[in-house]
């Protein structure tokens, strides 16, 4: 679902507190459909924590508080009469360790289509997750045993079972809170293919604390330090020429 809108989501002002205190200060930053965004920084920066009120996962943490303003489409995501299940479909999320639930390939897929409805057939279903899986790169590697455990599967194959997962309820936007942290290199070099392939069909946020795969798989940067967004823009330069001398100091592994 396309729109005139020139940027997918958008966030100013946006802060994070977990009680007392301030997790995120102050960040305004816009997603757009065509360009894979990374977020980097220290351990603790903010950045994960960011992520998170993009799909209102902060929601799920009792003294957790947003101020600011997010939008999807030009919506407030944070209005009371935004539906955070639909959001969260619109709005998917693929974390560091895989999670698949303790069931079938196909059902760990279907699942989504099933609960929001987006199938009126089992003949639909199944083109669904045969697509989902597909697009995540895993079809050719499960599609002799989709009723076999989603959890059977290798780590790197798990994480792809996720993003089908995320894909299937056909969202809009895709966030990545460091997928590859907990794969091995090949499995790694997997998801960042898939990556590649996915911008453009969905708007990706990437959270990483791998530089150098922020450079091969981002268009945007974001560098995070101490709860604040302190610069961003375009990949190459915040890593040939960042403007700021914290961020210059982060990359050359001065700090972090």
């Known amino acids: 679902m396309m729109t005139d809108a020139p940027h997918k989501m958008t966030a100013r002002d946006v802060s994070v507190f977990y009680g007392e205190k301030q997790a ?6 816009d997603i757009d459909m065509d360009r894979v965004t990374a977020f980097i920084g220290p351990s603790g920066c903010g950045k994960s924590t960011f992520l998170r009120t993009l799909n209102r996962m902060n929601d799920t943490i009792g003294n957790a508080r947003v101020e600011g303003q997010i939008t999807l489409d030009g919506e407030d995501i944070y209005s009371s009469g935004m ?12 974390f560091q360790k895989p999670n698949p ?7 760990n897929v279907a699942y989504g289509p099933r609960i929001h409805g987006l199938a009126n057939s089992k003949a639909d279903l199944e083109e669904i997750v045969a697509r989902s899986l597909r697009r995540a790169g895993l079809w050719e590697e499960v599609k002799d045993r989709l009723n076999d455990s989603g959890t059977a599967l290798s ?16 969202p809009e936007v895709i966030l990545m809170d460091e ?4 794969l091995d290199p090949i499995a790694t070099a997997k998801i960042e293919e898939l990556i590649h392939e996915l911008r453009g069909r969905y708007a990706i946020v990437i959270v990483t604390h791998n530089m150098q795969q922020a450079a091969r798989v981002s268009q945007r940067t974001a560098f995070f330090h101490l709860g604040n967004l302190v610069e961003y823009g375009d990949t190459d330069n915040i890593f040939t020429a960042p403007r700021e ?6 990359i050359t592994g001065r700090y972090g």
């Open 155 to 170: 780590g790197g194959q798990q994480q792809r079972l996720c993003i089908a997962r995320a894909i299937a309820v056909d």
């Open 101 to 107: 639930f303790p069931k079938s390939i196909f059902e």
């Open 83 to 94: 539906d955070v299940v639909q959001l969260r479909a619109r709005v998917g999320m693929v």
């Open 24 to 29: 995120v200060k102050n960040v305004s930053i």
């Open 179 to 182: 997928p590859a942290s907990a």
């Open 245 to 250: 001398e914290r961020t210059k100091d982060y």
